[in-house]
């Protein structure tokens, strides 16, 4: 994680281990491991991307789309993507 961050990689996919995460990279920024300067720039750039693409001016997900959420189609998307993520 440390290499990770100080690499400049902004987004870590966390699930229910993220507490852990957060523990772990709190630790290595008092240690000095992690510069707060890394997480801040990190940080602007992730938000500066979400305004570009207008993420803030509609926040909320488009619910005429949920039917097709986890349908047949999007299942065989996502199988297809795990097998050979450059095919898109």
């Given at each position: 994680?440390?290499a990770?961050?100080?690499a400049?990689?902004d987004?870590f996919?966390?699930s229910v281990d993220?507490?852990l995460?957060?523990?772990?990279?709190?630790?290595e920024?008092?240690?000095?491991r992690?510069?707060?300067?890394?997480?801040?720039q990190?940080v602007?750039r992730i938000?500066?991307?979400k305004?570009?693409?207008?993420?803030?001016?509609s926040?909320l997900?488009?619910?005429?789309?949920?039917?097709e959420?986890g349908?047949?189609?999007h299942?065989a998307?996502?199988?297809?993507?795990?097998?050979d993520?450059l095919?898109?």
């Amino acid at each position: 994680m440390t290499a990770g961050v100080n690499a400049g990689v902004d987004i870590f996919m966390m699930s229910v281990d993220y507490p852990l995460f957060i523990d772990a990279l709190l630790k290595e920024t008092a240690a000095g491991r992690v510069s707060v300067d890394q997480i801040d720039q990190a940080v602007r750039r992730i938000l500066t991307l979400k305004f570009r693409m207008g993420l803030f001016e509609s926040p909320l997900a488009a619910r005429q789309f949920l039917k097709e959420a986890g349908s047949i189609e999007h299942r065989a998307l996502a199988r297809r993507a795990v097998k050979d993520p450059l095919c898109f």
